[in-house]
């Protein structure tokens, strides 16, 4: 039968050991008040507050103290988060060698990841315009996030949108084969494709014709604009609102006046937020149900005819179905969210 000197104190009884001791308080009054015994007492006075269960295979050669050092070495330069583990040890010679680096990473919840490429500018300026509508944004309600009309162009071309993966041995000996390695083709069919995207489905589109030349301030107007002012036009009701980015052609002085004598309303975007435009998404939709359904598009693309991927590439607007788009658009709030909680900078989407 076990006795009170054989149960083991909770985290707070001995948290109320410790501080009893700590002020020198006889342990008869502590057994007394706590309802304690000798034993308890003396493994609270001995032991750690919180108990450290003993892990299974070798134990890392860094303790808490060297892991303080590696993370405080790790945050104090952007430049060290590059650092490859192996050379770590070149900075930092008393944490050992590379092996022990590793365990200690892992150990304070880092690890090594793909560096993404940069997406925004580090310009305080950018930040705040970024920050500011954000602010504004996450209190707009549902009726006036689903008036936005958001707009984007694209080029579109055949080939692996994702990582490519292949079927060789598993011991790499044919990773470099010809029939192994990812080709990059140099001049491949490809089209400009034009988008909107409003009050949770598909807006007006267009292919830029190959005749139209490269996209400017007129052409935008001539071609786009437009469609738009027509578009608007037959939904006088829906008070929609033209999200403009800041592409060159778009924040020209010609386009902005063309705007406005096409009675065209806009909403301003901040320079380098593709993460509030939400039609970026459906980009990434369209290739990827490319690559699903056309074999040849992501395998073969230098086989593919210019009218057999303008088709493609038609197919696969038609099919983006209204229920992604709203859940692009039900995501708004959170976007704002995510800009405010990193300062104006990147996020995740």
């Not at 940069?118 to 500011?132: A, H, M, N, T, Y």
């Not at 034009?194 to 807006?203: C, L, Q």
């Amino acid at each position: 039968m076990y006795t009170s000197s054989h149960v083991e104190c909770t985290r707070d009884k001995r948290l109320q050991i410790q501080t009893a001791l700590l002020f020198k308080i006889p342990w008869a009054q502590i057994k007394e008040i706590l309802d304690v015994s000798d034993s308890q007492i003396t493994h609270a006075k001995t032991h750690r507050l919180t108990p450290q269960k003993t892990k299974t295979g070798r134990h890392a050669k860094l303790h808490t103290p060297e892991k303080t050092t590696l993370k405080e070495w790790l945050l104090s330069s952007p430049s060290h988060r590059h650092v490859a583990y192996s050379k770590i040890p070149h900075f930092l010679p008393q944490l050992g060698g590379e092996q022990a680096i590793r365990t200690a990473i892992d150990g304070i919840d880092y690890c090594r990841r793909v560096s993404r490429k940069k997406g925004f500018s580090d310009d305080p300026k950018v930040c705040q315009e970024r920050l500011d509508l954000a602010e504004d944004g996450s209190t707009w309600p549902r009726s006036r996030v689903q008036q936005v009309c958001f707009i984007d162009e694209v080029w579109a071309f055949g080939g692996a949108h994702t990582n490519s993966y292949i079927t060789c041995l598993k011991d790499g000996s044919d990773r470099l084969l010809p029939e192994c390695v990812r080709h990059k083709y140099s001049k491949l069919p490809a089209w400009m494709f034009w988008g909107s995207i409003v009050d949770g489905k598909k807006g007006p589109s267009l292919f830029w014709e190959k005749e139209w030349g490269s996209i400017n301030s007129t052409r935008y107007d001539l071609k786009i604009l437009s469609k738009m002012e027509r578009f608007f036009r037959d939904h006088p009701l829906s008070r929609y609102r033209f999200w403009q980015d800041n592409a060159s052609s778009h924040r020209s002085y010609e386009t902005k006046l063309n705007l406005l004598l096409r009675h065209i309303p806009t909403i301003q975007a901040p320079r380098y937020s593709p993460d509030l435009n939400l039609i970026e998404h459906v980009w990434n939709w369209m290739k990827n149900w490319i690559e699903e359904h056309y074999w040849e598009a992501r395998y073969q693309p230098d086989k593919i005819r210019l009218d057999q991927l303008r088709k493609i590439i038609q197919d696969a607007w038609d099919a983006v179905p209204d229920e992604y788009i709203q859940g692009l658009y039900d995501s708004w709030w959170r976007r704002c969210e995510a800009i405010k909680e990193a300062h104006g900078g990147p996020t995740k989407y």
